[in-house]
């Protein structure tokens, strides 16, 4: 070899994730990287020459396991605030919608985000970034929503890039402007979608803020017409789309985002066949959520049977946010993916490496394979299935983000 590698990891458990199906598994592996990007990965027996010679830093795993580095596909990380007096009311009888109704929810958040300064909801929204990576997370999404004003909007997405920065992880941005009604726009949503279609889609565009956008189709939301609005606008400026769909009941989002190649849609428990269809054939990421699913109590699954049967690509998120999944382990949604929407442990890791990877439009991580980035992650584990068994506990031995770590 010409130049040392920068790292090597050898005696380890290499979950690849490079098939259609299994892990991919190689055992007795090796794993090194240079300049951010994987330079070998297979059997310790193929290594071209001795360990030490090869790389500069060598780490033994001693048999553990290392997997690609985790995505988080759906979080609304940043905000201001927290919305635990909800959780109370939710507890005892208040359904989402009445809190929503009577003046909480998404609009409670979008008081807080507001009045907070950029500094300050850097600095609230940090340390749930940094929970997410020492689970094991090397790429997160963060979506705006909780401003439902330009420069509220464009300051919760200016958060989201600075905290890709400050701690030097992947985040893909969506401006989900197109959450909930802005207040001053109350009893014209028209009105507002306009608003978002012509002054503020086109500024945050023109500021490269946003890598997708999004909506929230629902009866508490946005309809379908005005969904398909966003969706034209997001498209008229080069942007993919994403969609809250099918949560709390079926208005025909699914089949809106399938028809526009949407990267994914999100939530889904009250799809039917007909919607796993067209998402197989536009190759629309079904993305599950099960924390939302467990705070909100619900008791509708998403029909997993037919999604597998065509063949739509399952990806697990955390859903983070304020008021229906607080939650900051991407291991414990894929924990709560297999026991509560019964994914096998295959499919939540590949739900939260090779599928959440396609949910945002990314196709150099997500696999252990040469040329990837270099996004790995060494446990306290053995096999991979140990990732979604436990509920909880720090596994991650060694988070590895573009080569650092």
Same mark, same amino acid.
């Given at each position: 070899?010409?130049?040392?590698?920068?790292?090597?990891?050898?005696?380890?458990?290499?979950?690849?994730?490079?098939?259609?199906?299994?892990?991919?598994?190689?055992?007795?592996?090796?794993?090194?990287?240079?300049?951010?990007?994987?330079?070998?990965?297979?059997?310790?027996?193929?290594?071209?020459?001795?360990?030490?010679?090869?790389?500069?830093?060598?780490?033994?795993?001693?048999?553990?396991?290392?997997?690609?580095?985790?995505?988080?596909?759906?979080?609304?990380?940043?905000?201001?605030?927290?919305?635990?007096?909800?959780?109370?009311?939710?507890?005892?009888?208040?359904?989402?919608?009445?809190?929503?109704?009577?003046?909480?929810?998404?609009?409670?958040?979008?008081?807080?985000?507001?009045?907070?300064?950029?500094?300050?909801?850097?600095?609230?929204?940090?340390?749930?970034?940094?929970?997410?990576?020492?689970?094991?997370?090397?790429?997160?999404?963060?979506?705006?929503?909780?401003?439902?004003?330009?420069?509220?909007?464009?300051?919760?997405?200016?958060?989201?890039?600075?905290?890709?920065?400050?701690?030097?992880?992947?985040?893909?941005?969506?401006?989900?402007?197109?959450?909930?009604?802005?207040?001053?726009?109350?009893?014209?949503?028209?009105?507002?979608?306009?608003?978002?279609?012509?002054?503020?889609?086109?500024?945050?565009?023109?500021?490269?803020?946003?890598?997708?956008?999004?909506?929230?189709?629902?009866?508490?939301?946005?309809?379908?017409?005005?969904?398909?609005?966003?969706?034209? @606008? @997001?498209?008229?400026?080069?942007?993919?789309?994403?969609?809250?769909?099918?949560?709390?009941?079926?208005?025909?989002?699914? @089949?809106?985002?399938?028809?526009?190649?949407?990267?994914?849609?999100?939530?889904?428990?009250?799809?039917?066949?007909?919607? @796993?269809?067209?998402?197989?054939?536009?190759?629309?990421?079904?993305?599950?959520?099960?924390?939302?699913?467990?705070?909100?109590?619900?008791?509708?699954?998403?029909?997993?049977?037919?999604?597998?049967?065509?063949?739509?690509?399952?990806?697990?998120?955390?859903?983070?946010?304020?008021?229906?999944?607080?939650?900051?382990?991407?291991?414990?949604?894929?924990?709560?993916?297999?026991?509560?929407?019964?994914?096998?442990?295959?499919?939540?890791?590949?739900?939260?490496?090779?599928?959440?990877?396609?949910?945002?439009?990314?196709?150099?991580?997500?696999?252990?394979?040469?040329?990837?980035?270099?996004?790995?992650?060494?446990?306290?584990?053995?096999?991979?299935?140990?990732?979604?068994?436990?509920?909880?506990?720090?596994?991650?031995?060694?988070?590895?983000?573009?080569?650092?770590?």
């Amino acid at each position: 070899m010409s130049e040392l590698w920068d790292a090597l990891i050898v005696d380890a458990q290499l979950a690849t994730l490079t098939g259609d199906n299994g892990y991919g598994t190689i055992e007795n592996g090796a794993i090194g990287w240079k300049d951010g990007r994987i330079a070998f990965v297979g059997p310790m027996a193929t290594l071209p020459d001795a360990p030490q010679h090869l790389a500069r830093h060598v780490e033994a795993a001693q048999g553990a396991l290392v997997t690609p580095g985790l995505i988080d596909c759906h979080t609304h990380l940043v905000f201001a605030g927290d919305r635990a007096g909800e959780f109370e009311m939710r507890l005892q009888g208040a359904s989402y919608e009445h809190i929503a109704k009577a003046g909480g929810g998404i609009v409670s958040s979008v008081r807080a985000t507001r009045a907070a300064s950029e500094d300050e909801l850097l600095a609230q929204s940090l340390p749930r970034a940094r929970e997410l990576l020492r689970d094991g997370v090397t790429t997160l999404e963060i979506k705006s929503g909780y401003g439902l004003d330009l420069d509220s909007e464009m300051k919760m997405l200016r958060v989201a890039r600075r905290i890709g920065e400050e701690l030097g992880v992947g985040v893909r941005t969506t401006f989900l402007g197109a959450h909930a009604l802005a207040p001053e726009f109350a009893g014209r949503a028209d009105d507002y979608i306009d608003h978002l279609c012509h002054v503020m889609l086109p500024a945050i565009a023109r500021e490269s803020l946003a890598d997708a956008v999004d909506a929230f189709c629902e009866g508490i939301g946005f309809t379908l017409e005005q969904t398909r609005r966003v969706f034209d @606008a @997001a498209h008229a400026h080069g942007l993919p789309v994403k969609l809250h769909a099918e949560q709390l009941s079926r208005l025909g989002g699914a @089949a809106l985002a399938a028809h526009y190649h949407a990267l994914s849609a999100d939530h889904l428990e009250w799809i039917d066949e007909a919607d @796993a269809l067209a998402m197989g054939a536009a190759g629309t990421v079904a993305v599950l959520l099960p924390g939302a699913f467990v705070c909100l109590r619900e008791t509708r699954l998403p029909p997993i049977h037919a999604l597998r049967a065509h063949g739509v690509a399952m990806a697990v998120a955390t859903d983070c946010n304020p008021g229906t999944s607080p939650l900051l382990s991407l291991r414990l949604a894929m924990a709560l993916a297999c026991a509560q929407f019964r994914l096998t442990p295959e499919e939540a890791l590949r739900g939260a490496t090779v599928h959440a990877a396609k949910a945002l439009g990314l196709a150099d991580r997500g696999r252990l394979a040469v040329g990837l980035r270099a996004d790995l992650v060494l446990w306290e584990a053995r096999e991979p299935a140990a990732l979604s068994y436990w509920l909880g506990g720090a596994l991650a031995r060694r988070v590895v983000v573009g080569g650092n770590g």
